[in-house]
């Protein structure tokens, strides 16, 4: 199993950038794609970016391309989700989500294990 944790949330204005890392641990050691999905209030959980083991491939929502980059540093068994140009359409909890997988993994029900979320609120 792995276990994820996400920080780097917190209050920006609109315009703003921050960047969300996810710390795996436990069985790192396997090939695992990893995801970033957000959750706005009163909306379901939705997918935002996607990176392979090698990350080599990567893949965004049409929402966010352009403006969002996930990346991954397998040496420190994160991955990170930096945002830029931000708006308040991007205020909600962040979580990120992993698979023994080595290629990308596009939906919500592939992924195996979850974080607990981190909360990005932008401010107009």
């Known amino acids: 199993q792995v276990q994820l944790v996400e920080s780097g949330g917190g209050l920006v204005q609109a315009g703003g950038s921050l960047r969300l890392s996810c710390a ?4 790192t050691s396997r090939s695992y794609a990893m995801g970033w ?3 706005a209030p009163g909306k379901e959980r939705e997918f935002v970016a996607a ?3 090698s990350g080599g491939s990567t893949y965004y929502a049409d929402s ?3 403006r969002f980059t ?3 540093d397998n040496a420190k068994n994160t991955v990170y989700l930096q945002m830029n140009s931000l708006n308040s359409e ?13 290629r ?3 939906t919500l029900r592939e992924y195996d294990y979850w974080g607990q979320g981190t909360e990005v609120t932008v401010s107009s």
């Open 37 to 39: 999905f957000r959750q």
């Open 70 to 72: 996930i990346s991954r």
């Open 104 to 106: 990308l993994v596009l």
């Open 51 to 53: 990176i392979s083991w």
């Open 64 to 66: 966010v391309k352009g």
């Open 24 to 27: 795996a641990s436990g069985r």
């Open 90 to 102: 991007d205020t909600a909890v962040y979580y990120c989500a992993a698979k023994y997988f080595s």
